[in-house]
């Protein structure tokens, strides 16, 4: 959770579920990562990035709910404030004046186990941001520098202690570098329309128009000159084409145990 005064953002501590809460409602349903965390004794930071459709969110968490930390979706940042600038008919190309936008704004996400609730200025804007005009509008807002310049230290202000499990583009790279455990999860374009289409079936889009604008969307993130959407250096891939959801997350969390185990091991 965050606001734009700059107030540092503390999602365990807001009225949505804290890392213990998911831990003592829902417990985890694997052991080795409840032990490896508890033995650990230490809370870390796992950056999930990829483009979109590749399964970021739900992997994520999952992964918060399996290990106890919070999960925070960044692209729903970029999105609020791409409503915002709809709501208000500021310009898609001025970087600055976006920016100024987003400081003035008030956006607020509460981490809940199917995924972050997205307050803007106390409204709930959860389903509205999903929409296209606003999914479109985000990758716009998203090529500007001031603009992630802004995300940036906000989203590392959510980090500090830890406990952490944040998706996006550039979470690894830039807001995370020193992340403990890094995935790059990846899937076949067709596959991530497909999956894209299946998740928000409300859409009145077809599902060519899913999966064009979805290579739109890829292109402009893989190309900005700001923070392209690339892997960190020493991410781990996980190319979810060919496998379900059981074993991607099965995979993620072999990546997390080790690390846990090798801290642990010190
Ligand atoms: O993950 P998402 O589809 O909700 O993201 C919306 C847009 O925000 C997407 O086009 C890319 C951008 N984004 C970004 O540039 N950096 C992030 N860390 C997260 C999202």
Redesign the pocket.
Known sequence: MFNADGGKANPASSNSHSPDEHSSNERPSSKSGTESRALSGRKIVIAI?GP?GSG??TLAALLARKYGYVNI???????AL?LKAIETSASLDDGPALAALAQASQIELQPRPEGNRVLLAARDVTER?RQKDV?DA??K???HPPV?EW?VDH?RAMGTDGGIVM?????GTK?FPSAEVKIFLDADPEIRGNRRFQQHPALSEKKAAVLTELRE?DQ??RT?AN?P?EPAADAVHIDSTHLTLEQVTERAMQIVDAKLAEIRNR
């Open positions: 990035d979109a970021k969110s979706e960044s692209g729903a940042m970029y999105r791409a941001i999914t985000a990758s807002v998203s090529v992630r995300m989203q998706e996006g583009r550039d979470i807001v969307r402009r993130d900005r923070s959407l």
